[in-house]
């Protein structure tokens, strides 16, 4: 009985090794891609410098203002081409109606930080953050945390994809 089980605790081990090491991989990769900076701190994706602060307090204002209008319609003129023929209608409006009542109105919101996501071809993908300051109608407290997805391809931006959390991420 003893023998015929090792080469199955062999096994379960090695096993157990190979996804510990698999996993260790995934996140350097992971790691590298959203974090690393250059010796000097800069990060090695940054944004395009015509993504400014400037721009991105544009994005958020449009963000908020099309978010608070309470209009689907609106809201959804927010997203780029690509990005609504990728939405289902009936989800948009669903996710956006239950938006709305859980979290009320986004009365202002400050930069935090990005994400680099990646590229495809000439598209590069980044996830801005922001701190949120929510409306008094907000079912999870005056305080949240929100993102928004954007591409740039080397002439202009387009946003693809915003998020808002109650509270720190």
Sequence with gaps: MKSSSQPLLITILLLLVANLAATVLVYQKIAINDLSSTANGEPVNPLPEEINKVV?????????????????VEFASLFSEFARSQMKDEDLEKNYAMLRDYFGDVDSGTYSH??????????????????LDLGD????GSEGTGKIGITWDGTDYGIISSHIFAGGE
């Design 56 to 72: 991105i307090e544009e994005i958020f204002s449009s963000f908020r203002d099309k978010y608070n209008s309470g209009d689907l």
């Design 137 to 140: 109608d907000s079912k999870f």
């Design 114 to 131: 990005y994400v680099y996501n990646g590229s495809q071809g000439n598209l590069s993908g980044y996830t801005l953050h922001f701190i």
